[in-house]
């Protein structure tokens, strides 16, 4: 198992990242890293849960306004304050899971 430092090693490694913004590597348990040169954070595009958790954050960052919508509700302040929680739920995911190995 890798550990957080040999985790945060393979992402300080330019060769794991595409056009400086793309971080791509086998080797590193973390679906979503720390973003390199901006604030927030990235997919590890080699992972091979990358594609089903960005799936699943655009389907919890937008669903649940969706689904208020779909119902009838058209009030933009309700529907900006849920998708503000969904926001912010996922910032919380993401900073989890790219705090890596514990």
Do not use: Q
């Amino acid at each position: 198992m890798t550990t957080r430092e040999e985790a945060e090693a393979l992402r300080n490694r330019d060769e794991h990242w595409k056009l400086g913004i793309l971080y791509a590597c086998r080797e590193d348990p973390r679906v979503i890293v720390r973003n390199r040169l901006l604030i927030g954070w990235t997919w590890n595009f080699r992972h091979r849960w990358a594609l089903p958790t960005i799936l699943a954050f655009i389907m919890i960052g937008i669903g649940p306004a969706a689904v208020l919508w779909t119902a009838g509700v058209t009030d933009g302040l309700v529907l900006f304050g849920v998708t503000a929680v969904s926001m912010l739920f996922l910032v919380g995911v993401a900073h989890h899971i790219a705090s890596g190995p514990r």
